[in-house]
């Protein structure tokens, strides 16, 4: 017998054996159930890609090399879809039970991944096996959606199943990208990474709860019905707790990661901001964390600025760029020289700027550099800036006081074309600076740099400093105090486009504590005793770092 109900022309899909296929009785009517369907498909997409995309952020953020983190979230996530594609084939005999009871395990598993991620991280010190496990459980659960909404969408009015997929993909998708880009321009900035997940936790439960409880009642015993209701009620409850104790809970990790002197802690809209120390007394028990890792040491940082920017200030100085150094302390090794016209500071976080200027202890350690009229800040990517119009004013000195070039997103600031315009921005006779990564524990990094700015037609010298453990990620079992921390090299290369630059510091230097000429030249021939020949240079379509 030909199926009435299907569209003229196009045959009844086949009915899987044991699959319910009378339509159901429904409260409202039969166009009306399929929008609602189709709504719930838009809203658990858009909450689905939110999980994702708080998993890759928090595996980035603490784990780092966000390349692999994403690679590593993606692979397992897609893989663990098609799992549950083919576990909710048994499942399709109660789609409205099964779809209920999936979604209320997905709010679940989404909104508390932030916080088990994070609270792995602080307290175990890894996280990658809950970004794994937890990237596989999200992923077998948004996999078995799908197939049970076709059922329960077939449920309502049937219709060829190429039709029903069609739509069904085209709600999933175009709720995906609300998703998308609500995390990174809404969720992030707004509640941040812990209440954003639980948020959308509970927009997830009460969107599947709240489709099957109502539009599909009629399809639940009485049982069930009320073990779904408990159900949904327990993940809800769960979720609002979290929400109300999320604030308390990250204070407590964060001191768990960080230690008890967690003074200032803030999200900008590039990264996470930590400030620990007292804030009265010495700045030199300072430290700031910029995404969970140590940037500035108070107890030493000082070795590391002036052996960056000293040896670089020898010849024409007067007008001087620094990339990076938002916190203004390479910027305060500049302004010593009263010679120096015009220091232009380009930084792409105005937050690390701001706290530089506000925050007593972190000011008096950069000597109020903000304070000096000859200082100027722009707020901007250091790569986009010197692609620029307001880079052809030329300088005399560039210090390149920037990220670790192991961290994916600073490698396009380590790349020949970065340093080509560098270049370009550079006077007759001018030198650049560079922050090279490690010299003793990744020289393959460091000497990669040295070959990048090579290649960028710049003659380079290779030196070093010694001081503290630099560009660790805070963990329980890496909290050091400042006297017992590890010894750790911290890597330079001095660049020039005219003539192989010499390690010197000029006679009328102001006073230096950890850098003079001949510590600059021992530092350059224990240097070149590690040097690894024959690297290639990093660009931008094929990055070398690690």
Not at 109 to 137: H, I, T
Request: proline letters at 7%.
């Amino acid at each position: 017998m030909i199926d009435r109900s299907a569209p003229r022309g196009v045959l009844p899909a086949a009915e899987p054996r044991g699959v319910q296929t009378v339509p159901a009785a429904l409260p409202v009517p039969p166009r009306t159930g399929r929008l609602l369907v189709l709504a719930t498909v838009f809203v658990c997409a858009a909450c689905g890609l939110v999980y994702e995309l708080e998993l890759l952020a928090l595996g980035s953020y603490l784990i780092g090399d966000s390349v692999t983190q994403a690679s590593v979230v993606l692979s397992v996530m897609v893989f663990a879809m098609g799992v549950g594609s083919l576990l909710a084939k048994r499942l399709r005999t109660r789609p409205a039970f099964g779809f209920v009871a999936i979604e209320a395990g997905l709010a679940l598993l989404g909104g508390f991944s932030a916080m088990a991620l994070y609270a792995s991280f602080a307290w175990l010190g890894e996280s990658r096996p809950a970004l794994v496990a937890f990237s596989f459980a999200i992923g077998v659960l948004i996999g078995a959606e799908i197939p049970l909404l076709m059922v329960l969408i077939q449920r309502i009015r049937r219709q060829d199943a190429g039709g029903a997929v069609a739509d069904l993909f085209a709600a999933d998708y175009v709720g995906a990208l609300v998703g998308g880009l609500a995390f990174p321009f809404l969720l992030l900035p707004v509640l941040g990474q812990l209440t954003g997940a639980l948020l959308t936790g509970t927009v997830n439960a009460l969107a599947g709860g709240g489709l099957v409880l109502w539009l599909f009642r009629r399809d639940l015993s009485r049982r069930c019905r009320w073990l779904l209701l408990a159900v949904n009620a327990a993940v809800l409850a769960g979720l609002a707790s979290a929400t109300l104790l999320a604030d308390d809970f990250e204070r407590v990790a964060r001191t768990a990661v960080y230690g008890g002197e967690v003074r200032v802690a803030v999200q900008t809209g590039v990264q996470e901001l930590v400030l620990t120390g007292p804030s009265t007394g010495s700045p030199r028990s300072l430290d700031l964390y910029l995404d969970g890792r140590l940037r500035v040491s108070g107890y030493d940082e000082y070795r590391y600025h002036e052996a960056l920017v000293h040896p670089a200030m020898t010849g024409p100085h007067a007008r001087v760029l620094v990339l990076g150094g938002g916190d203004g302390l390479a910027a305060r090794e500049v302004l010593r020289y009263p010679d120096v016209t015009s220091v232009t500071v380009v930084e792409l976080d105005p937050g690390v700027v701001e706290l530089a200027r506000t925050d007593p202890m972190l000011s008096a350690l950069n000597g109020r550099a903000y304070e000096d009229p000859r200082l100027g800040v722009v707020s901007q990517d250091a790569f986009r800036w010197l692609r620029g119009p307001a880079a052809r004013d030329r300088f005399d000195v560039i210090v390149s006081d920037l990220p670790d070039p192991g961290i994916t997103s600073s490698t396009k600031l380590y790349s020949q074309e970065f340093y080509g315009l560098a270049a370009r921005a550079l006077n007759p006779g001018g030198r650049i600076a560079v922050h090279a990564g490690p010299l003793t524990t990744r020289p393959r990094t460091y000497w990669t740099v040295e070959s990048t700015l090579r290649a960028a037609g710049l003659l380079t010298t290779p030196y070093g400093a010694g001081g503290r453990l630099s560009g660790f990620v805070a963990g329980p079992d890496r909290t050091l105090g400042a006297t017992d921390a590890p010894p750790q090299d911290w890597g330079f290369v001095l660049a020039a486009r005219d003539q192989v630059p010499d390690l010197r510091v000029d006679r009328d230097t102001p006073a230096l504590r950890a850098v003079s000429t001949r510590s600059l030249q021992d530092a350059a021939r224990d240097a070149a005793r590690t040097r690894l020949r024959g690297l290639p240079p990093s660009t931008l379509p094929h990055p070398r770092y690690s």
